[in-house]
Structures are given as structure tokens and as C-alpha cells.
């Protein structure tokens, strides 16, 4: 059992809970909504709310690899996220180079491995290359997975993938009735997590309830947990009330818990 202590958002009040060790959710994906908000209202430049949005990734990456969690799925940057300002695209290009220039240190000694799903190869040289070589200076660990999803969009995926499936029935390899889910699975970005591809939990700060094109198949049975906190607000204790909040859902998959199967 882990103890922590939450305030109550609405009433201010403090209150400790228990988390159990055994019901960590084992792969949590996380939009970090609200860098731009967090900015706006210390009337600072928005670029300043992505710079304090990547500090909180180094927090929540230790802390959640301290809880257990195997995999840590970030919405780092989407395949829509090129419609904004060309500055704050660059800027955004940048912060890889400066979170694994700094950082990669203090992720091999929590034995965290870094995975990127997304079109990298369409993203600048220096980010391609700091993202490699995190990647690659990472890849002895066997701790928990920090998968950076990194000009990544659900519906662009999808597409991909059907374009492989399609390309193996025209030549002659895939009978159409032999597609499965499984078979769709191993097409998916997701799907050298293995066992481990769909998120248990998925977290959106910042208050809006939406998910901007993120992982449409892999959260068919994910729970959801929203938070007010703006991103660069988000932290461990964020992250355990989150955990503790997962932690009171019962997951049904479509069936029925035994109390109800009376
Ligand atoms: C959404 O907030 C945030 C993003 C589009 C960028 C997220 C990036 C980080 C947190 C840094 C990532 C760090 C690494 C290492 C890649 P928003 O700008 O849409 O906020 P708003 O809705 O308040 O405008």
C-alpha cells in the first residue's frame, strides 16, 4: 500500500488515501492539456507553459516509474499540432533536443527506456537525431517505458495501418477473412508494447473531456480520468489521485462483475 494526500479541488480539504500496490494500472496515457492556459494567466509567453510542461514530464516520468507503471504513453506532439504558429511549432521541435540533452542521465539511472510512436521521419533533423539517440542510449533498460507520442494522430495511424493490410491482400499474401484484431493490433504504433499496447488509464489535464485524435483503438476499454490541473500544474500527487481514482472503477470489458452476474 502507498499513502498520499490529496486536496479536494472543489472544498480545499485535505484527506489521506491508500493506494493499492497490486492495482497500479500498468499503462497509462496521458494528453498534457494546458501549457498555453498555465501560461497565459502568469502573462507569460505560451512557449514558457511548454518549457514548464516538460519539467513536469520529468517529474511525472520518475514518479510514475516509482509506482510500478510499466508503460508512460505522452501526447507530446499531434499530426494537427503543425496548424499552430510557426514559432510555436519550432519551439516545440526543440524541447526533445533539450529534455534528452538534460535528461537521459536521469532516465537510465531510474532504468526507464524511451519509445517514440509517431511520423518522426517527418520532423526536423536535430529532433529526429535527439530522439534516436534517446532512444538508443536507453535501450538496456528494462524498467518502465516512456513512449513519447511525437507528431502522432489515432485517425492517421489507423489509415497506415489499413494501407499495409490492403497491400498484403493485392499481393496475395492475406485472404481478407483471415483480418482480425490481432492482426490490426500488429500494425499499430502501439505494437511493440506488446501485452502492454492499450492504456489501462488515460488522464487529460486541464479540464477538457475530449481526445483529440488520441489512441482512438487502444482506449476502446480504458478508463478515463479528467483533472482541472493545467499541464505544467500536474504532479506526483496528481498522478496517485489519478491512480487512487482508477483504482475505485470496476472494469467490466463489456461483461459483468460477479456481484451483478446474480
Ligand atoms: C497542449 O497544451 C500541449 C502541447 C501541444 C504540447 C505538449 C508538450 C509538452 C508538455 C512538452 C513535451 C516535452 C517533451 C520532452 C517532448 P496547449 O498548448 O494546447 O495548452 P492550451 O490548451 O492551454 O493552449
Redesign the pocket.
Known amino acids: 500500500m502507498f499513502s498520499f494526500f490529496s486536496k479536494d479541488q472543489t472544498t480545499g480539504e485535505v484527506a489521506e488515501h491508500q493506494l493499492d500496490e497490486a492495482n497500479i494500472p500498468a499503462h497509462i496515457a496521458i494528453i498534457?492539456?494546458?501549457?498555453?492556459?498555465?501560461a497565459?494567466q502568469r502573462h507569460l509567453p505560451?512557449i514558457a507553459?511548454?518549457k514548464q510542461?516538460?519539467n513536469?514530464?520529468k517529474t511525472v516520468a520518475k514518479a510514475a516509474s516509482h509506482l510500478g507503471v510499466k508503460v508512460l504513453t505522452?501526447?507530446?506532439?499531434?499530426t494537427e499540432?503543425w496548424k499552430r504558429p510557426n514559432a510555436e511549432v519550432n519551439y516545440?521541435m526543440k524541447?526533445?533536443v533539450?529534455?534528452?540533452g538534460t535528461f537521459v542521465p536521469d532516465l537510465i539511472k531510474n532504468n526507464i527506456r524511451v519509445k517514440v510512436m509517431g511520423y518522426t521521419d517527418q520532423l526536423p533533423a536535430a529532433t529526429q537525431k535527439a530522439v534516436a539517440d534517446a532512444i538508443a542510449d536507453t535501450r538496456h533498460c528494462t524498467g518502465m517505458v516512456l513512449n513519447?507520442a511525437?507528431n502522432y494522430g489515432g485517425r492517421a495511424e489507423l489509415v497506415t495501418a489499413v494501407q499495409h493490410v490492403a497491400q498484403q491482400v493485392q499481393s496475395g499474401q492475406l485472404d481478407p477473412a483471415e483480418i482480425d484484431e490481432t492482426m490490426l493490433d500488429r500494425q499499430l504504433m502501439t505494437a511493440g508494447l506488446g501485452e502492454l499496447r492499450d492504456p489501462d488509464l488515460l488522464i487529460r489535464t486541464?479540464g477538457?473531456k475530449r481526445l483529440s485524435n488520441f489512441m482512438l483503438w487502444q482506449v476502446a476499454y480504458s478508463e478515463f480520468v479528467f483533472v482541472q490541473e493545467?499541464?505544467p500544474d500536474f504532479d506526483q500527487t496528481a498522478l496517485e489521485t489519478a491512480i487512487y481514482e482508477y483504482q475505485q472503477r470496476h472494469r467490466r470489458y463489456g461483461g459483468l462483475t460477479p456481484d451483478t452476474e446474480k
Open positions: 498534457m492539456d494546458g501549457n498555453g492556459r498555465w497565459q505560451r507553459g511548454h510542461g516538460m513536469t514530464v505522452l501526447y507530446a506532439f499531434s499540432n516545440l524541447l526533445p533539450d529534455f534528452f513519447f511525437l486541464s477538457e493545467h499541464w
